[in-house]
Protein backbone atom coordinates (compact mmCIF):
# COMPACT_ATOMS: atom_id res chain seq x y z
CA UNK A 1 0.00 0.00 0.00
CA UNK A 2 1.57 3.31 -1.22
CA UNK A 3 -0.92 5.57 0.63
CA UNK A 4 -0.76 7.67 3.67
CA UNK A 5 -1.17 5.74 6.48
CA UNK A 6 -2.13 6.55 10.53
CA UNK A 7 -1.59 4.66 13.54
CA UNK A 8 -2.93 3.73 15.72
CA UNK A 9 -6.45 4.01 13.92
CA UNK A 10 -8.39 4.02 17.53
CA UNK A 11 -7.38 5.54 20.58
CA UNK A 12 -9.21 5.76 23.94
CA UNK A 13 -7.75 7.15 26.62
CA UNK A 14 -8.81 9.23 30.38
CA UNK A 15 -8.86 12.46 30.71
CA UNK A 16 -5.13 14.18 31.72
CA UNK A 17 -3.28 11.04 29.53
CA UNK A 18 -0.74 11.64 27.13
CA UNK A 19 -1.36 10.40 23.74
CA UNK A 20 1.12 10.05 20.53
CA UNK A 21 -0.06 9.04 16.88
CA UNK A 22 1.69 8.46 14.45
CA UNK A 23 1.63 9.01 10.13
CA UNK A 24 3.45 7.95 7.78
CA UNK A 25 3.63 9.99 4.20
CA UNK A 26 3.04 8.66 0.93
CA UNK A 27 6.77 8.31 0.13
CA UNK A 28 8.70 11.51 -0.88
CA UNK A 29 6.11 13.21 -0.50
CA UNK A 30 7.93 16.63 1.25
CA UNK A 31 4.57 17.90 2.76
CA UNK A 32 2.64 16.59 5.43
CA UNK A 33 0.27 18.16 6.94
CA UNK A 34 -2.19 17.59 10.28
CA UNK A 35 -5.71 18.49 10.67
CA UNK A 36 -8.88 17.63 13.25
CA UNK A 37 -12.42 16.82 12.12
CA UNK A 38 -15.29 16.46 13.97
CA UNK A 39 -18.65 14.63 13.69
CA UNK A 40 -20.54 16.40 10.83
CA UNK A 41 -17.88 19.27 10.58
CA UNK A 42 -15.14 19.33 8.06
CA UNK A 43 -11.84 18.87 8.45
CA UNK A 44 -9.60 22.19 9.92
CA UNK A 45 -5.76 22.50 9.63
CA UNK A 46 -3.62 22.22 12.56
CA UNK A 47 0.20 22.27 11.17
CA UNK A 48 2.10 21.42 8.43
CA UNK A 49 5.77 20.86 7.76
CA UNK A 50 8.11 21.06 4.83
CA UNK A 51 10.56 18.02 5.02
CA UNK A 52 11.49 18.47 8.77
CA UNK A 53 10.38 22.06 9.14
CA UNK A 54 7.26 22.77 10.88
CA UNK A 55 6.15 25.83 8.93
CA UNK A 56 2.30 27.13 10.32
CA UNK A 57 0.67 25.76 13.24
CA UNK A 58 -3.01 26.99 13.53
CA UNK A 59 -4.14 28.95 16.23
CA UNK A 60 -6.20 25.42 16.97
CA UNK A 61 -2.92 23.99 18.14
CA UNK A 62 -2.59 25.10 21.73
CA UNK A 63 0.60 24.52 23.83
CA UNK A 64 -0.83 20.80 24.37
CA UNK A 65 -0.02 19.95 21.23
CA UNK A 66 3.20 19.57 19.69
CA UNK A 67 4.34 17.98 16.31
CA UNK A 68 7.00 16.65 14.93
CA UNK A 69 9.17 15.60 11.98
CA UNK A 70 12.55 14.81 12.71
CA UNK A 71 13.78 13.30 9.46
CA UNK A 72 11.50 15.01 6.94
CA UNK A 73 9.69 11.09 6.23
CA UNK A 74 7.22 10.04 9.22
CA UNK A 75 5.58 12.57 11.78
CA UNK A 76 4.05 12.04 15.10
CA UNK A 77 1.23 14.69 16.80
CA UNK A 78 1.34 14.23 20.62
CA UNK A 79 -1.42 15.67 22.81
CA UNK A 80 -0.37 16.06 26.76
CA UNK A 81 -2.95 16.44 29.28
CA UNK A 82 -5.79 15.18 27.10
CA UNK A 83 -9.19 16.81 27.54
CA UNK A 84 -12.72 15.84 26.49
CA UNK A 85 -12.68 18.37 23.58
CA UNK A 86 -9.49 16.86 22.20
CA UNK A 87 -11.67 13.99 21.00
CA UNK A 88 -12.07 13.93 17.52
CA UNK A 89 -10.75 12.18 14.29
CA UNK A 90 -7.41 13.30 13.53
CA UNK A 91 -6.28 13.09 9.97
CA UNK A 92 -2.62 13.87 7.93
CA UNK A 93 -2.35 14.48 4.33
CA UNK A 94 0.54 15.08 2.69
CA UNK A 95 1.55 16.16 -0.97
CA UNK A 96 4.07 16.94 -3.22
CA UNK A 97 6.23 20.00 -3.47
CA UNK A 98 7.36 20.13 -6.88
CA UNK A 99 10.84 22.19 -7.95
CA UNK A 100 10.17 24.80 -10.59
CA UNK A 101 5.68 23.80 -10.59
CA UNK A 102 3.01 24.90 -8.47
CA UNK A 103 3.39 25.81 -4.55
CA UNK A 104 0.82 23.79 -3.40
CA UNK A 105 -0.85 20.41 -4.71
CA UNK A 106 -3.27 18.26 -4.00
CA UNK A 107 -3.16 16.39 -0.61
CA UNK A 108 -3.73 13.15 -0.31
CA UNK A 109 -5.41 11.83 3.11
CA UNK A 110 -4.67 8.88 5.37
CA UNK A 111 -7.71 6.62 7.45
CA UNK A 112 -7.59 8.98 10.16
CA UNK A 113 -6.90 8.01 14.19
CA UNK A 114 -10.47 8.30 16.13
CA UNK A 115 -9.60 9.44 19.63
CA UNK A 116 -11.81 9.28 22.11
CA UNK A 117 -11.17 11.55 25.80
CA UNK A 118 -13.31 9.88 28.52
CA UNK B 1 -12.10 34.78 8.68
CA UNK B 2 -12.13 32.91 5.49
CA UNK B 3 -14.41 30.42 5.46
CA UNK B 4 -15.76 27.83 2.62
CA UNK B 5 -19.28 26.89 2.71
CA UNK B 6 -21.62 24.46 0.56
CA UNK B 7 -25.12 25.77 0.06
CA UNK B 8 -27.27 22.65 1.03
CA UNK B 9 -26.27 20.13 3.78
CA UNK B 10 -28.14 17.19 2.58
CA UNK B 11 -28.69 16.46 -1.82
CA UNK B 12 -31.05 12.97 -2.72
CA UNK B 13 -30.86 11.70 -6.36
CA UNK B 14 -31.97 9.18 -8.39
CA UNK B 15 -29.48 6.72 -9.51
CA UNK B 16 -28.58 7.90 -13.19
CA UNK B 17 -29.31 11.28 -13.07
CA UNK B 18 -26.27 14.23 -12.74
CA UNK B 19 -25.35 15.54 -9.50
CA UNK B 20 -24.25 19.10 -8.70
CA UNK B 21 -23.51 19.88 -5.17
CA UNK B 22 -22.65 24.42 -4.78
CA UNK B 23 -20.04 25.70 -2.88
CA UNK B 24 -19.33 29.63 -2.26
CA UNK B 25 -15.79 30.81 -0.72
CA UNK B 26 -15.11 33.88 0.99
CA UNK B 27 -11.38 34.95 0.37
CA UNK B 28 -10.79 36.47 -3.08
CA UNK B 29 -6.85 35.28 -2.71
CA UNK B 30 -7.65 31.79 -2.83
CA UNK B 31 -5.88 30.30 -6.07
CA UNK B 32 -6.76 26.81 -5.32
CA UNK B 33 -9.81 24.83 -5.16
CA UNK B 34 -10.36 20.89 -4.54
CA UNK B 35 -13.03 18.75 -4.17
CA UNK B 36 -12.75 15.64 -1.56
CA UNK B 37 -15.20 12.70 -1.16
CA UNK B 38 -15.38 11.44 2.46
CA UNK B 39 -17.21 7.64 3.24
CA UNK B 40 -18.46 6.81 7.04
CA UNK B 41 -15.22 6.16 8.83
CA UNK B 42 -12.89 6.98 6.24
CA UNK B 43 -10.43 10.09 5.55
CA UNK B 44 -11.41 12.15 2.35
CA UNK B 45 -10.54 11.15 -1.11
CA UNK B 46 -9.29 13.14 -3.66
CA UNK B 47 -11.55 13.78 -6.16
CA UNK B 48 -10.08 16.93 -8.44
CA UNK B 49 -8.97 19.85 -8.01
CA UNK B 50 -8.78 23.45 -10.14
CA UNK B 51 -6.34 26.58 -10.44
CA UNK B 52 -7.94 29.71 -10.35
CA UNK B 53 -6.54 30.49 -13.62
CA UNK B 54 -9.12 27.75 -14.85
CA UNK B 55 -12.64 28.30 -15.00
CA UNK B 56 -13.27 24.58 -15.83
CA UNK B 57 -11.80 21.23 -15.55
CA UNK B 58 -12.93 17.96 -16.32
CA UNK B 59 -11.91 14.41 -15.14
CA UNK B 60 -13.79 10.92 -14.97
CA UNK B 61 -17.76 11.50 -14.61
CA UNK B 62 -16.84 14.71 -12.66
CA UNK B 63 -16.81 18.25 -13.85
CA UNK B 64 -15.77 20.81 -11.43
CA UNK B 65 -16.34 24.97 -12.72
CA UNK B 66 -14.94 28.24 -10.81
CA UNK B 67 -16.50 31.36 -10.84
CA UNK B 68 -14.37 34.09 -9.11
CA UNK B 69 -16.15 36.62 -10.04
CA UNK B 70 -18.93 35.16 -7.58
CA UNK B 71 -16.59 32.98 -5.69
CA UNK B 72 -18.32 30.41 -6.59
CA UNK B 73 -17.38 26.72 -7.20
CA UNK B 74 -19.52 23.67 -8.12
CA UNK B 75 -19.15 19.88 -8.42
CA UNK B 76 -21.03 17.67 -11.08
CA UNK B 77 -21.26 14.21 -10.43
CA UNK B 78 -22.52 12.40 -14.47
CA UNK B 79 -24.70 9.38 -14.40
CA UNK B 80 -24.33 9.46 -10.47
CA UNK B 81 -23.70 5.66 -8.98
CA UNK B 82 -24.60 4.12 -5.76
CA UNK B 83 -21.01 4.35 -5.04
CA UNK B 84 -20.97 8.22 -5.43
CA UNK B 85 -22.80 8.29 -1.84
CA UNK B 86 -21.12 10.20 0.48
CA UNK B 87 -20.17 13.28 1.96
CA UNK B 88 -18.61 15.86 -0.42
CA UNK B 89 -16.07 18.71 0.60
CA UNK B 90 -15.18 21.91 -0.89
CA UNK B 91 -11.27 23.27 0.03
CA UNK B 92 -9.77 26.09 -0.80
CA UNK B 93 -6.40 27.15 -0.35
CA UNK B 94 -4.09 30.48 -0.75
CA UNK B 95 -0.99 29.11 1.44
CA UNK B 96 -1.39 25.27 0.91
CA UNK B 97 -3.18 24.87 4.12
CA UNK B 98 -6.63 23.80 2.96
CA UNK B 99 -9.36 25.32 4.63
CA UNK B 100 -12.68 23.16 4.17
CA UNK B 101 -16.52 24.02 4.09
CA UNK B 102 -19.50 22.40 6.21
CA UNK B 103 -19.60 19.27 3.57
CA UNK B 104 -23.12 18.09 1.30
CA UNK B 105 -24.05 14.44 1.88
CA UNK B 106 -24.93 12.87 -1.38
CA UNK B 107 -27.83 10.29 -1.37
CA UNK B 108 -28.18 8.14 -4.50
CA UNK B 109 -31.37 6.91 -4.72
CA UNK B 110 -31.95 3.61 -6.25
Known amino acids: DTGVSQNPRHK ?9 FRCDPISEHNRLYWYRQTLGQGPEFLTYFQNEAQLEKSRLLSDRF ?16 TEQGDSAMYLCASSALR ?14 TRLTVL | GESVGLH ?16 AYSNSASDYF ?24 QGQRV ?48
Open chain 2, 63 to 110: TVLLNKTVKHLSLQIAATQPGDSAVYFCAESSTGKLIFGQGTTLQVKP
Open chain 1, 12 to 20: ITKRGQNVT
Open chain 1, 99 to 112: SGGAPYNEQFFGPG
Open chain 2, 34 to 57: IWYKQESGKGPQFIIDIRSNMDKR
Open chain 2, 8 to 23: LPTLSVQEGDNSIINC
Open chain 1, 66 to 81: SAERPKGSFSTLEIQR
